[in-house]
């Protein structure tokens, strides 16, 4: 199947031919005529699988064939940068579709967002909070909403998002078209799905919490004070182009971004007590090439879509396996290519083992590099 073979309007179609895409990958495959359809949908899907088109498609196709007005779509996002990224993807594929949007989160001004929704909305892209403190003062009404898109539901529940998302839903219509995304499955989720989902469509295109199949997996083992000297070997050596890495602290991403500025290295970190323009020029200038290394805490870990990424580092071993699997989802996106690189110390090696249970492979050991001692390697 193609794109041209759906039945999507003609402006819509416009639009994903001047991206240059053909073909759907398997969720958009799936879901687009599912939510065509009007049906709910209950998505399991990886990061990087093209979800976000997966709704935004039919979302704009039903806005153009409509005149109703007021906010008819509502998509939460767990972070900004989500938030950001889904806003831009409707900007992409509707184009030449005549629609307005508004982007709402914290750690802005509200002023802009508010001028935003009085002069009239089609789609607000929102996170949580700062949409139920615009509701609260009586900006923002969503008793027109047609069409509910929650993506990465199960980060929203890490980020203690599930009674604010309880409360928005229920002033929205019941009479509605709900959308619901997650990579992971846990039990507080089904039931969350369970609660606002009707008789939805279940579409999975990966097993639940699968690493990316495109993704070259490494593994170097090296003492904690060794790591710095190793990134700048593999940077110098073995990557080509962008790098992402992961640490676990803010102060973490600050002390690597500053170490390989110190080496001359063009590196900026990207985490929680940034600001959110700080954060916005960080990732900027990372997807624009003019910074070759972002050193990002787990904010960066999910929805944050830079093409072409060859690889993820994680400096850290993640606290949990699940956030390993979305670090790395980062790179191999949309069917290329990728290499994911952790570097692990001696003690961390239990957590290791926590990961591979989970993505059901072996990570590759590579044991030949110049700060490895043989004996970390025991398992």
Known sequence: MTFSDMPLCDRVQKAIKAEGYDTPTPIQE????????????????????GKTAAFALPILHRLEESTSRGPRVLVLAPTRELAVQISESFTTYGRYVKF????????????????AVRRGVDIIVATPGRLLDL????????DKVETLVLDEADRMLDMGFIEPIRQIVSIIPENRQTLFFSATLPREIKELA?????????????PVSSATETVDQQLYVVGR??????????????????????????????????????IGVR????????????????LNNFKQRRTRVLVATDI???????????????YDVPETPETYVHRIGRTGRAGLSGTAVTLCTPDEQNDIRAIERLIRRTITRVKDHPFANNRSYAR
């Open 30 to 49: 799936q879901a687009i005529p599912v939510v065509l359809s009007g049906r709910d949908v209950f998505g399991c899907a990886q990061t990087g699988t």
């Open 100 to 115: 307005r949007q508004v982007l709402v989160y914290g750690g802005v001004s509200m002023r802009p967002q508010i001028e």
């Open 135 to 142: 509701i609260q003062q009586r900006v923002v009404r969503l």
């Open 194 to 206: 369970n609660t606002i989902l009707n008789n939805p469509v279940h579409i999975a295109v990966t």
């Open 225 to 262: 004070d060794q790591k710095r000297g190793l990134l700048s070997h593999l940077l110098e050596e073995k990557m080509e182009g962008s790098v992402l890495v992961f640490t676990r602290t803010k102060r973490g991403a600050d002390r690597v971004a500053k170490d390989l500025d110190g």
């Open 267 to 282: 590196a900026e970190a990207l985490h929680g007590d940034k600001t959110q323009m700080a954060r916005q020029r960080a």
């Open 300 to 314: 960066a870990s999910r929805g944050i879509d830079i093409e072409h990424l060859p690889f993820v580092v994680n």
